[in-house]
T-cell receptor
Framework: EAQVTQNPRYLITVTGKKLTVTCSQN?????MSWYRQDPGLGLRQIYY???????DKGDVPEGYKVSRKEKRNFPLILESPSPNQTSLYFC?????????????????FGAGTRLSVL | AQKVTQAQTEISVVEKEDVTLDCVYE???????LFWYKQPPSGELVFLIR??????QNEISGRYSWNFQKSTSSFNFTITASQVVDSAVYFC????????????FGSGTRLSIRP
């Protein structure tokens, strides 16, 4: 079954304690992305990756890091979490990042990770 | 710059009523895609529909219908004979050719269907 898997689904942590949210897709997708969802703001893009070893900032990258060492995995790293990073996080993937393939680009979303930073 | 506006923050209707969720978008690209996603109380995002900028035909899927009008930059979503299970947050979103895979989301409309 095609899917995007995020772990953990729920996480409560304290300020400053490094954490990683994992994201894995089994569809051989090139493009992966992280979003955060906050009330009244919809989903905002944090980072994205066009392919292995190719990552770039989205609209709200401050306080986050990512890596793309393998095609299937795109972990989100919070080196020193702060309370303003309390949010619902979504990982997404799509077949290709190329413009020519826009017609094929339906993004598949993970189930979400609800993070609380105390 | 691209933008998606969902002016209705919350809507509450009685079951079986029809309800329309508004979506207005901004882009200078001539090639783009519009989406609607549903987020039920469980939190996951459920893809509902994608339309491209060259296809203004309205679409109907069961009780759901979508009205795409380029003249007003709108992509409205109507639920006919609403049901309690339709209660969710609905997001309208935009993806443009020049930004390939990036999706810009509206702020969402919370729809509550009362029995």
């Amino acid at each position: 079954e095609a899917q995007v898997t995020q772990n953990p689904r729920y996480l409560i942590t304290v300020t400053g304690k490094k954490l990683t949210v994992t994201c894995s897709q089994n569809m051989n997708h090139e493009y992966m992305s992280w979003y955060r969802q906050d009330p009244g703001l919809g989903l905002r893009q944090i980072y994205y990756s066009m392919n292995v070893e190719v990552t770039d900032k989205g609209d709200v990258p401050e306080g986050y890091k990512v890596s793309r060492k393998e095609k299937r995995n795109f972990p989100l790293i919070l080196e020193s979490p702060s309370p303003n990073q309390t949010s619902l996080y979504f990982c997404a993937s799509s077949l290709s990042s190329g413009r020519a393939s826009l017609a094929k680009n339906i993004q598949y979303f993970g189930a979400g990770t609800r993070l609380s930073v105390l | 710059a691209q933008k998606v506006t969902q002016a209705q923050t919350e809507i509450s209707v009685v079951e079986k009523e029809d309800v329309t969720l508004d979506c207005v978008y901004e882009t200078r690209d001539t090639t783009y895609y519009l989406f609607w996603y549903k987020q039920p109380p469980s939190g996951e995002l459920v893809f509902l529909i994608r339309r491209n900028s060259f296809d203004e035909q309205n679409e109907i899927s069961g009780r759901y219908s979508w009205n795409f009008q380029k003249s007003t930059s709108s992509f409205n979503f109507t639920i006919t004979a609403s049901q309690v299970v339709d209660s969710a947050v609905y997001f309208c979103a935009l993806s443009v050719y020049s930004s390939a895979s990036k999706i810009i989301f509206g702020s969402g409309t919370r729809l509550s269907i009362r029995p």
